[in-house]
């Protein structure tokens, strides 16, 4: 009778853990998608507030033509 019990709790506490494992795994890939919701955020303003200077302006500050302004806000992803 007590190793019946044994294998119920043990299925038991499996099934706790799967689902546990689960919700984890949904709430990081949530997690996730706001950060790369977040990210691109930021570099759609860069983007902006680079265009919005002028060719002066961005030579003198970044060094780059108007035409690098996306390989610059994007340096990091481009190889």
Known sequence: ???VLQTGTHVFGS????VFNAAVTV???VGKFF???MI???????LEQMH???D???AT???????QIVAYVFRDRIY
């Open 52 to 54: 919005n200077l002028t």
């Open 1 to 3: 009778m007590a190793q």
């Open 61 to 67: 500050k970044y060094g780059i033509n108007r035409d």
């Open 35 to 37: 950060e790369v919701v």
């Open 15 to 18: 099934a706790i853990s799967a």
């Open 27 to 29: 709430v990081k890939s």
């Open 56 to 58: 002066v302006e961005l």
């Open 40 to 46: 691109a955020n930021s570099r759609t303003e860069q």
